[in-house]
């Protein structure tokens, strides 16, 4: 792999990003790992990250020196990029020029390197920066230099190194994919084999070797992680995989049916579906607290699940059971160090220790654009790989107050309703996702028809995001939020007020409760 080496900034994730998107496998490790484990793995390179301190504050993020002499390709960014001078006999200072956000890069003409080559002068990048390398290394050359910075780039080919002190991966960034594509393909001179066909013929083997001739059980809960996760397994392993559609009462409009009719058209895989609304509704009634929605939903999805596993194994027990996690969720876990827990994000099919099965998790290494690359690639319908994600408490979470079925009854109409004309507007795939929030508890006055009406609001809450860690509020066209007002307050007689909700995240979260 691509070591991604974090230092502590929100850019390490990113950079994997960037550098599965140039078809090279690549993980993140902290920067406490010793140099020694990450030889051990054996990368085809070593990126350093940005990261939030200063080279000289005490307790600044070492990089050990060994790093450098090991023969690996390094590339360094920002943070990086200084640390790397700086441990290779370079300068690094703090001149007092800062820069923040998008600043123009003079590439040297005669000499751009390689990462610069044919690049335009006046480049936009998108820099961060207090201090600033003042001298390149040894054997570096300079390529590049901005106001700030008279040092912004610098390589080694021979050496197989190089560094930068913007962010490629940014998208403010011009042509920052092309740099950081160079580095891996010309620098360090990796070839493009990440691939959708190549994850597939990995895990499938992967999969084959770890559950053998056991039975498997799958929670599907409509969305692309488990509905792709499932298809892999079942590519594996055939009929030994049975899917658990848990109806908790609290799905959006022909959801179920969409999952049996669309999903199982397409693979073949064997499914049972619970109805246990009446279950959920009875142990949600007259809760109000978000945490405590959440926390009996997740007992109860349990419990339903426990004993459709039982139903389903034929001979002895079921040992495994598949689990949609992706990447980020991996990383944030595992790099948690101090991160407030915020909601408790209950995974569908999710986190029963005391279950006894042994996990299948295909997707574990895998960010969210490349699982549904590996949806197409596996024939699941295009409705299916490119489904807006929607939380695993379902509706509970978009009533704000106590659940009951009249109040999932009215959002579900102007959910739907909301999703409809969405789709007709064609603006499906530029939105992550699409909330409708029915504010339960909350009444106002309108005048319908000749009379007085005393309804309830319903918030939109289209989002636009590349992961859901951070989102910004979605500027759909008026257009649009008029038909969905005009139509929900028609049709939907106990909602007499649409409201827009433009909030980012930070400070907002996504869903409401
Ligand atoms: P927030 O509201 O935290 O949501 O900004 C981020 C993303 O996570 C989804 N979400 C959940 N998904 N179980 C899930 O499976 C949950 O409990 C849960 N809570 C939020 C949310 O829809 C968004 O995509």
Request: aromatic letters at 6%; glycine letters at 10%.
């Amino acid at each position: 792999p691509v070591l991604v080496v974090d230092f502590g900034a929100q850019y390490a994730q990113l950079i994997a990003r960037r550098v599965r998107e140039a078809k090279v496998y690549s993980e993140i490790v902290p920067h406490t790992m010793p140099v020694a484990e990450m030889l051990a793995r054996d990368p085809a390179a070593i990126i350093l990250s940005g990261g939030p301190a200063s080279v000289y504050e005490p307790g600044a993020p070492q990089v050990d020196d060994g790093l450098f002499t090991a023969g690996v390709p390094v590339f360094g960014i920002c943070y990086g990029f200084q640390a790397m001078a700086r441990s290779l006999g370079g300068t690094v200072a703090r001149t007092g020029s800062r820069e923040y956000g998008g600043t123009p890069l003079r590439p040297r003409l005669l000499d751009p390197g390689v990462l610069l080559r044919d690049l335009p002068a006046d480049l936009p990048v998108w820099m961060s920066h207090g201090d600033c390398v003042t001298e390149a290394p040894a054997g570096f050359t300079v390529t590049a230099e901005s106001a700030g910075a008279p040092v912004a780039a610098f390589e080694d080919v021979a050496g197989r190194r190089a560094g930068v002190q913007f962010h490629p991966e940014v998208g403010h960034t011009a042509h920052g994919q092309e740099m950081l594509t160079r580095f891996l393909y010309e620098i360090a001179g990796i070839e493009p084999t990440w691939t959708a066909e190549n994850i597939i013929d990995e895990q499938v083997a992967r999969i084959r070797e770890q559950v053998g001739e056991k039975e498997v059980i799958c929670g599907l809960s409509g969305g692309v992680d488990s509905a792709v996760a499932a298809a892999l397994v079942h590519k594996a392993v055939g009929d030994q995989l049975t899917c658990v559609f848990v109806d908790h009462g609290l799905l959006r409009a022909g959801e179920a049916e969409q999952v049996e009719k669309d999903y199982v058209a397409a693979t073949g895989i064997k499914l049972k579906v619970v109805d246990a609304a009446d279950r959920f509704l009875g142990a949600l009634a007259g809760v109000t607290d978000p945490e405590q929605k959440r926390k009996i939903i997740g007992r109860e999805f349990i419990r339903v699940f426990e004993s459709a596993a039982r139903e389903i194994a034929s001979h002895g027990d079921v040992e495994f059971l598949v689990q949609g996690t992706l990447y980020p969720d991996v990383v944030e876990s595992g790099g948690g160090t101090g991160t407030a827990n915020i909601k408790s994000h209950h995974n569908v099919g999710g986190l029963p220790e005391d279950l006894k099965f042994a996990l299948v998790e295909p997707l574990r290494t895998l960010f969210k654009d490349e699982v549904r690359a590996l949806g197409l690639q596996l024939g699941l319908p295009e409705a299916m790989v490119w489904r807006h994600p929607f939380p695993g408490p379902g509706l509970a979470i978009r009533i704000i107050g106590a659940v009951d079925r009249e109040r999932l009854d009215v959002l579900r109409r102007a959910d739907f309703i909301a999703r409809q004309e969405l789709s007709a507007a064609g603006l499906d795939r530029g939105v992550w996702q699409f909330p409708v929030v029915l504010l339960a508890d909350v009444r106002s006055v309108g005048v319908q028809g000749d009379g007085r009406s005393y309804g309830h609001p319903v918030v939109l809450r289209p989002v636009s995001s590349e992961d859901a860690m951070t989102a910004d509020w979605s500027r759909l066209p008026y257009d649009v939020i008029a038909r969905i007002s005009t139509r929900i307050t028609n049709e939907v007689a106990e909602v007499n007020r649409v409201v827009l909700d433009v909030t980012s995240k930070p400070p907002g979260t996504i869903e409401w409760e």
